[in-house]
């Protein structure tokens, strides 16, 4: 098995730009997390959703911040415009049940110039 | 606002040293509980999960302490490898069932 797989692993962009994230989680699994990792403020959820339907966004920063899932082997997670606080790495993790074991994928390093 | 937390060490410690961290929770609700490991600049990594009575896997051992509210990871016979930070997953805190990550214990364990 691939495991979870992000792409892509490093960006790097400036200010105001669009920043698009990518994740297939592991096949067969019905739960999607996304994550946002900082020193300041640690691992936190953003989103996840069940069988492609998003659940609870209530860690969603701001409008700035959006994440769809049109199929079980698909995620993106969107910026628009992008600012340098949201510099972080930002980690896709996929799971069996809610509260079991969460797979994570090796994370996307995002530099907002 | 975090309401897991957990000591951010760092914990150095010799090989073959016995070391136990800790991470307490504010929801008594709350329900499942896990340890995670994460390299650096790696992926988190489950390494265990917490049971109500406790649990053992080779040198390591997590239990719940529900009255006070806290889970601990106990770790004998510490490794070179063993060299991480160690999350807590809490699921119930903020009176939802989402994971709530802790920050993280470092462990650095030097010959």
């Known amino acids: 098995d691939a495991g979870v797989i992000q792409s892509p692993r490093h960006e790097v962009t400036e200010m105001g730009q669009e920043v698009t994230l990518r994740c297939k989680p592991i096949s067969g699994h019905d739960y999607l997390f996304w994550y946002r990792q900082t020193m300041m403020r640690g691992l936190e959820l953003l989103i996840y959703?069940?069988?492609?339907?998003?659940?609870?966004d209530s860690g969603m920063p701001e409008d700035r911040f959006s994440a769809k899932m049109p199929n079980a082997s698909f995620s993106t997670l969107k910026i628009q415009p992008s600012e340098p606080r949201d510099s972080a790495v930002y980690f896709c993790?996929?799971?069996?049940?809610?509260?079991?074991?969460?797979?994570f994928g090796p994370g996307t390093r995002l530099l907002v110039l | 606002r975090k309401e897991v937390e957990q000591d951010p060490g760092p914990f150095n410690v010799p090989e073959g040293a016995t070391v136990a961290f800790n991470c307490t929770y504010s929801n008594s609700a709350s329900q499942s509980f896990f340890w995670y490991r994460q390299d650096c600049r790696k992926e988190p990594k489950l390494l265990m999960s917490?049971?109500?009575s406790g649990n053992e896997d080779g040198r390591f051992t997590a239990q719940l302490n529900r009255a006070s509210q806290y889970i601990s990871l106990l770790i004998r016979d510490s490794k070179l490898s063993d060299s991480a930070t160690y999350l807590c997953?809490?699921?119930?805190?903020?009176?939802?069932?989402?994971?709530?990550f802790g920050r993280g214990t470092s462990l650095i364990v030097h010959p």
């Open positions: 917490v049971y109500s």
């Open positions: 997953v809490v699921f119930g805190e903020g009176g939802s069932y989402i994971p709530t």
């Open positions: 993790a996929s799971g069996i049940g809610l509260q079991e074991t969460q797979y």
């Open positions: 959703f069940n069988n492609n339907v998003p659940i609870d």
